[in-house]
């Protein structure tokens, strides 16, 4: 079973829309720890945000921001008045308990396009 | 600072050559490395990681092979390329035991004739 499910597979807004791109997860671990990251069309992978299981605060970071809900198993990501510089692809991962060799299990992506 | 290095960035092989991917990591000591592929259009698909020198666990079967003959070094392989071999190839390292994020190289390129 997909652990990280990514189910946007593409969005395209216009410059200064808000987007979230949605993340949902499935773990039976207590402990566990969520990331986001961009990929760019220059293809490397940017960390963005770490979340662990304990901690259910969102977090606001410029425009950036991430909406966690165990409730839920989701770990939601939005963007505030997008920019073209946001294009690229979004991945959500996950990696389960201390002793998994820090394994991380990402999502399918989602592609965001922001058009001008 | 932690750097990663992969290269090349590019590759265009005929089906059925061999290959050799090479990462190779600076500024940190022991530290886990990985081996994702992403097929065009799709996630990442982690394909082998290890946690040591000569240790490599694989994720899933395939025509590819890893090997990490020094403790910053990790080497993915093929004898015979397939044209699903084609995609886009990440090395990460990680610290072990952290859950800390893991760093991506820059990737290698792979199209296969």
């Known amino acids: 079973a997909q652990k990280v499910t990514q189910a946007q597979t593409e969005i395209s807004v216009v410059e200064k829309e808000d987007v979230t791109l949605d993340c949902v997860y499935e773990?039976?671990?207590?402990?566990?720890?969520l990331f986001w990251y961009k990929q760019p069309p220059s293809g490397e992978l940017v960390f963005l945000i770490r979340?662990?299981?304990?901690?259910?605060q969102n977090e606001i970071s410029g425009r950036y921001s991430w909406n966690f809900q165990k409730s839920t198993s989701s770990f939601n990501f939005t963007i505030t008045a997008s920019q073209v510089v946001d294009s690229a692809v979004y991945f959500c991962a996950l990696s389960e308990d201390l002793y998994n060799f820090n394994k991380f299990y990402f999502g399918s992506g989602t592609k965001l396009n922001v058009k001008p | 600072s932690q750097t990663i290095h992969q290269w090349p960035a590019t590759l265009v092989q005929p089906v059925g050559s061999p290959l050799s991917l090479e990462c190779t990591v600076e500024g940190t000591s022991n530290p886990n490395l990985y081996w994702y592929r992403q097929a065009a259009g799709r996630g990442l698909q982690l394909l082998f990681y290890?946690?040591?020198?000569?240790?490599i666990s694989s994720e899933v079967p395939q025509n590819l092979s890893a090997s990490r003959p020094q403790d910053r070094q990790f080497i993915l392989s093929s004898k015979k390329l397939l044209l699903s071999d084609s995609g886009f190839y990440l090395c990460?390292?990680?610290?072990?035991?952290?859950?800390?994020?893991?760093?991506f190289g820059d990737g290698t390129r792979l199209s296969i004739l």
């Open positions: 979340r662990n299981s304990f901690d259910e």
């Open positions: 990460a390292w990680g610290i072990d035991n952290s859950n800390q994020p893991q760093h």
């Open positions: 773990t039976r671990d207590t402990t566990y720890y």
């Open positions: 290890s946690v040591g020198i000569g240790q």
